[in-house]
């Protein structure tokens, strides 16, 4: 089974950034950044495809940023002036090729807590 893992997550004060990471076992095809904060469903916040189209959700256009790192099994997401409201877990569902067939794995999640 691919495995895929989330780091970079952590504390920060409101205006700051971090750079989440996405890795996965195996080349990712297409990437989608989801986070769950307390008592909250799961919520898509950025997307990126096989061709490297980006796709974002209104409340972090123009502070995140979704991009492939040079390895083709990693993904980021860089956020910037961060605001408390995007405190939250994060996941990353990747897209990969396995045994001929595209399927998609979930991270294990890593917290973002953004808090003066």
């Known amino acids: 089974q691919v495995q895929v893992v989330e780091s970079g997550g952590g504390l920060v004060q409101p205006g700051g950034s971090l750079r989440l990471s996405c890795a996965a076992s195996t080349s990712i095809i297409s990437v989608g950044w989801y986070r769950q904060a307390a008592d909250e469903e799961r919520e898509l916040v950025a997307a990126i495809s096989s061709g490297g189209s980006t796709n974002y959700r209104d409340f972090v256009k123009g502070r995140f940023t979704i991009s492939r790192g040079d390895a083709k099994n990693t993904v980021y997401l860089q956020m910037d002036s961060l605001k408390p409201e995007d405190t939250a877990v994060y996941y990353c569902?990747?897209?990969?090729?396995?045994?001929?067939?595209?399927?998609?794995?979930w991270g294990q999640g890593t917290q973002v807590t953004v808090s003066s």
């Open positions: 569902n990747a897209e990969v090729l396995e045994r001929l067939r595209l399927r998609d794995y």
